[in-house]
């Protein structure tokens, strides 16, 4: 099992949700690390959605909150 | 079929969808009214009324003078209002139907300082280019009017500027 990290962006728009966790994925994650965006940003939901699958990075959507998200992803 | 309209209403529709979407109705639009769809405009006159309020009296000053008649036309069903209030309702009904409707939390002063900044800057620029990506981009280029794509040109390349800018802000603050 990776190591679990936290990025919160609760309040934060476009682009700054999906910046943040390339930069936090590629830079300080080894693989099988995940890493747990909390976002209500829902635009920023399909973005790091779609980055992830690109990449090859394992991710899974769960709802924390009424239109609040935690988006995790899990480094290939 | 309840189903379906759910999924309607709550998935994510592509990009062109939303495109031929406000082309269509931005068609009605002009058919119907005779001017293309606009929301700045509007916003100035908002602005007028707002200054009234707290006793400032914009309609005096230079710049301004080409929004008089409008103003003098402006009341709750004047057009462009209608748009605007629509829009804003609009967005919200559908922001609500769709449950991503929520109270943001501010993340900071720096948010705070930052959004109005960008607002006064979006709004003197809407001015200076006589509309914004509405008015002066869509409306500009389906009126089959040059300056439309003029605009397209520079706002991408601002837009581009800006991007960099706000990434190199970015890693500092991380």
Known sequence: MGKKYVLDVLGEVCPVPLFKTKEKVTRELSSGDTLLVETDFPRAVRNIIDWSEKHGHHVKVIEIDEACWQVQVTKK | ?174
């Open chain 2, 1 to 174: 079929m309840r189903k379906i309209i759910v999924k309607l209403l709550t998935s994510d529709w592509p990009y062109w969808v939303g495109g031929v979407g406000i082309a269509v109705i931005n068609i009605g639009l002009l058919a119907l009214t005779g001017k293309p769809w606009g929301i700045t405009t509007t916003v100035t006159l908002w602005g007028f009324k707002l200054a009234n309020i707290i006793g400032v009296r914009l309609e005096n000053v230079e710049a301004f003078r080409e929004y008089l008649t409008r103003l003098a036309d402006f009341n709750f069903w004047y057009g462009g209002n209608l748009l605007n209030v629509g829009l804003i309702f609009g967005v919200l009904v559908s922001a609500i139907i769709s449950r991503e409707f929520r109270f943001k939390k501010i993340t900071g002063k720096r948010q705070v300082y930052l959004a109005l900044l960008g607002g006064l800057l979006m709004g003197y620029g809407a001015r200076l280019a006589s509309g914004c990506n509405v008015g002066a981009l869509v409306g500009g280029i389906s009126s089959l009017s040059f300056h439309g794509w003029l605009f397209l040109i520079f706002a991408l390349g601002g837009a581009w500027v800006g991007c960099q800018i706000m990434y190199v802000l970015l890693r500092r603050v991380m």
